[in-house]
């Protein structure tokens, strides 16, 4: 082994050396006692093999009574004569069981080959790892790496509700299903899980084995001290940091030097290999705290935080340009009345009417004084549509100026109807850009009615 000290954390706790615990009978040749297509398990008929690990097969198989394709998860035979093994595969079992939710892979059925040869059925999915999935499109965006964490968060919150801890949380064990030209993800392989809610299975795992997948294993796995959600929080931080970047930010080229870089290294920044925000990676390196008492703790609050993170992102990012149209709209007491608390009030009034009726019409106030306001649609990108929402914004113009004005003269209603070129924020608002210079288009010279500019004239009398 290597120094000791590299794994030395802030408590100055040691890693007990890694005991290399074989599972029982994985040596052997397991071939010949596994089932074949065809072979009828319980209500189940076998079609074919499509995973096959040291611990367990996943075989694609039909259901008899229904006709319902599922997998079944076959323990390995040699296997089945180890009691721990076999007791951890039955708890899967009974955790999937009692874990409903939209996503995580639906528990279906149990039962035995054979005696005391186990199989889990649970639904089949159509899809491939979110490994594979990252391979083939690349780093997500920070905006689509949110989507993905919303699903596996609704997940986790589903599973430590019910004291229910994953431990071996990463892309391979997530399943990414195909919807559209995008992606809905379920967890998958509770098999490694924990129950940490006073449950007489929470003791099964054996101490002197270290279970789980270094490269994405906390901390306090590494060192055999005691886990609950949190840790499932660190394994949250690792895989949005692979989300973004496309790669693990723990990497080495053996299993000691990996649990050296997770006991003892900082994480790196995702910023340095991408463009995100210090607020996005200080979410990540919140999550891969050391010591668990420093990270979120729960899914809730991590999401918060990671959510918070990609607001923040998105009022910062550089805004796009639309064509918009926007309604001017002054409204003025006579000088004779401007002392009149009731004429002010009647102002007020108007105002308020006015303002009312361009939201009213889908028009966003993007800014507003004591005396008018300035109401922004910004138009479609098909021309005959654009076309039709600029004639209906003029039209409420001039709908207003015949509404609203008052019998008693006091107050002078001026409205303009412009169409210019708009900058818009990340939440797709007018904030920016030609149409704000309303010195170069608003009429000086104020009177009662509706002024179209000649800009927004042309806009609206083009051919469609």
């Known amino acids: 082994m290597k120094d000791p000290a590299k794994f030395r954390l802030v408590n100055t706790l040691v890693a007990p050396p890694r005991v290399e615990t074989p599972l ?68 899967e079992a ?61 997940a986790l919150s589903a599973a430590h509700a019910l004291g229910i801890v994953h431990r071996d949380l990463k892309a391979h064990n997530v ?5 559209g030209d995008w992606f809905t993800c379920k967890l998958v392989d509770f098999g490694i899980a924990k129950l940490v809610a006073g449950d007489n299975l929470s003791d099964l795992t054996s101490s002197s084995i270290v279970v789980g997948t270094p490269q994405f ?52 920044h995702a910023r340095d290999l991408v463009p995100v925000s210090d607020a996005f990676d200080a979410v990540i390196t919140r999550c891969l705290e050391k010591q668990k008492e420093r990270r979120f703790g729960s899914v809730e609050e991590f999401l918060g935080a990671l959510r918070r ?31 009149d608390d009731s004429a002010l009030d009647e102002l007020a009034c108007v105002l308020d009417e006015a303002s009312c009726a361009c939201t009213d019409m889908g028009l966003d106030i993007a800014m507003e004084t004591p005396t008018g306001l300035l109401a922004v649609m910004v138009l479609s990108q098909e021309a ?6 600029a004639h209906q914004v003029a039209a409420l113009g001039g709908r207003i100026v015949r509404e609203l004005a008052r019998p008693s003269g006091n107050i002078t209603l001026t409205l303009s109807c412009h169409v210019a070129p708009a900058m818009l924020d990340a939440f797709g608002k007018a904030v920016d850009g030609e149409l704000f210079k309303l010195g170069e288009w608003i009429p000086c010279s104020l009177g009662q009615g509706l002024t179209i500019t000649p800009a927004a004239a042309a806009f609206l009398e083009r051919a469609e």
């Open 24 to 91: 029982p009978g994985a040596t052997r040749s397991v071939s010949e006692d596994m089932p074949g297509p065809g072979l009828q398990v319980s209500g189940y008929t076998i079609d074919s093999l499509r995973a096959e690990g040291g611990f367990a097969w996943i075989y694609r198989a039909r259901s008899r009574a229904t006709g319902r394709v599922v997998a079944l998860k076959v323990l390995a035979k040699v296997l089945s004569t180890s009691s721990e093994i076999l007791e951890r595969f039955r708890r």
């Open 94 to 154: 009974l955790m999937l069981n009692r874990l409903q939710h939209p996503n995580i892979v639906e528990f279906i059925d149990c039962g035995e080959i054979e005696k005391g040869w186990p199989f889990i059925a649970m639904e089949w999915l159509e899809g491939r790892d979110l490994n594979a999935e990252l391979k083939e499109r690349g780093a997500l965006s920070p905006d689509e790496a949110l989507g993905v964490m919303e699903e596996l968060c609704a």
């Open 175 to 179: 399943v990414a299903l195909p919807r």
């Open 217 to 268: 294993m906390a901390p306090e796995q590494i060192l055999h001290q005691e886990i609950d959600a949190r840790t499932d929080i660190y394994g949250l931080g690792l895989l949005l940091y692979q989300l973004v970047t496309g790669q693990p930010p723990f990497r080495a080229d053996t299993v000691i030097e990996v649990e050296e870089l997770q006991l003892s290294a900082p994480p790196p």
């Open 309 to 339: 993170a990609i607001s923040k992102e998105r009022a910062t990012a550089a805004p796009a340009s639309e064509i918009a149209v926007a309604l001017s709209i002054e409204a003025r007491v006579s000088e004779a009345m401007a002392s």
């Open 384 to 389: 005959g549509a654009a076309k039709a929402q």
